[in-house]
């Protein structure tokens, strides 16, 4: 039996939410180790991972982490900036652009140092969190991306159809 | 280390002694949740995750893992029964994370004044 997985289809949230949901469901299929069978499944909604009876997943950290197998690193300063100060952005509204900025910064400064392979699910965490909210900023300080993160971001813009 | 998780350690609680790749996962998951500061969007999901298992990691005894989420929840639950106008609906409605705090906040013997004081004789819509 295959693992289905959905990607984030839900309307009306943040764009950098769905944004970063759906780069880390295309990082996990990308960087997958080979144990599983993935198949992606439109009609679920998502973000969702099913394995069976056994498992679902709402949470596309944790979702990336059972794809590579990779738990490494969930108590390390890297991944608690992650997700208390850049996922926690996504939920709320109005926030001012200079703090935005400000986060960013020093995602870019302090955890997001390098992008070379191979990369732990930590990193690219880090990487889809910053960059869903100032992709430009990103571009700007990796002027080459590895391939399978071109790849993941080409997926990730298809499935968002401009409005 | 949370206060309540210093508590938990010494307790003689047997830990699994290694999680299998899907533990882990769901292990994951809630650091994630209460990392984001999420959970209050997600207490459906640990109600249906409490309603199929004992504790959130589908072990026979508490782990790390409830207790951090429980820390967090404990609150959250707190305010919802305080603040509701039908009790019976919200209980009904989150019965099996009443049933796991519980459980947790006599495990970890929280003063009386800190537990959420729980309604048994209530009852519940099927």
Known sequence: MSVQIAFDKVKGRQQALSLSNNLKITLALEYASKDFKIAVNEELEGPQLINGDNLRLIDTDAILRYILNDFEGQRSDEYHYALSSLESLFQKNDIPEQHVEACVSKSLDNYLLSLEEPLSATRLITFANTYALRPELVQKKFSELPKKITDALQACKKLSPRS | ?126
């Open chain 2, 1 to 126: 280390m949370s206060e309540l998780l210093e508590k938990f350690k010494p307790l003689s609680v047997d830990q699994p002694a290694s999680l299998s790749r899907e533990q882990e996962a769901v292990a994951a998951q809630w650091k994630s949740i209460v990392l984001k500061g999420n959970l209050a969007n997600d207490l459906d999901e640990l109600n249906l995750r409490l309603r199929d298992n004992a504790f959130i990691l589908a072990s026979t005894q508490p782990t790390d893992t409830d207790v951090e989420v429980f820390e967090v929840a404990l609150p959250l639950i707190k305010e919802l029964t305080f603040s509701t106008k039908d009790i019976k609906a919200t209980y009904g409605k989150y019965r099996h994370i009443l049933r796991w705090i519980d459980y947790l906040q006599r495990l970890l013997s929280l003063p009386e004044s800190e537990q959420l004081k729980i309604n048994y004789d209530l009852e519940l819509p099927h």
